[in-house]
């Protein structure tokens, strides 16, 4: 099971990024995803997540309205889609599916 996020960087406060994951290894269509993230010293977050099937979605509070998740079955992918970024959404964000995780891309919001 391979999972490689991308799309991190460094945006200002109220701007927008979107995340992707590359999923392969496994049944990508067969498996929910999720997306976490994880500041430095504390324990990873769960952001969003998706079914399998993406008919049904839920986020944390902190971002209910301004990320969406979605994925890509064809593509083997999953987004997430941030948008009205705020300086406490500066974190790594984590790709994960049952119990395997992605390395993470780091995303910075400062002016």
């Known amino acids: 099971v391979q999972l490689v996020e991308s799309g991190g960087g460094l945006v200002q406060p109220g701007g927008s990024l979107r995340l992707s994951c590359a999923a392969s290894g496994f049944t990508f269509s067969s498996y929910a995803m999720s997306w976490y993230r994880q500041a430095s010293g504390k324990a990873r977050v769960l952001v969003a997540q998706?079914?399998?099937?993406?008919?049904?979605?839920d986020y944390a509070d902190s971002v209910t309205g301004r990320f969406t998740i979605s994925r890509d079955n064809a593509k083997n992918t999953v987004y997430l889609q941030m948008n009205s970024l705020k300086p406490e959404d500066t974190d790594v964000y984590y790709c994960?599916?049952?119990?395997?995780w992605g390395k993470g891309t780091r995303v910075t919001v400062s002016s």
């Open positions: 994960s599916t049952k119990d395997y």
């Open positions: 998706i079914a399998r099937a993406g008919g049904r979605t």
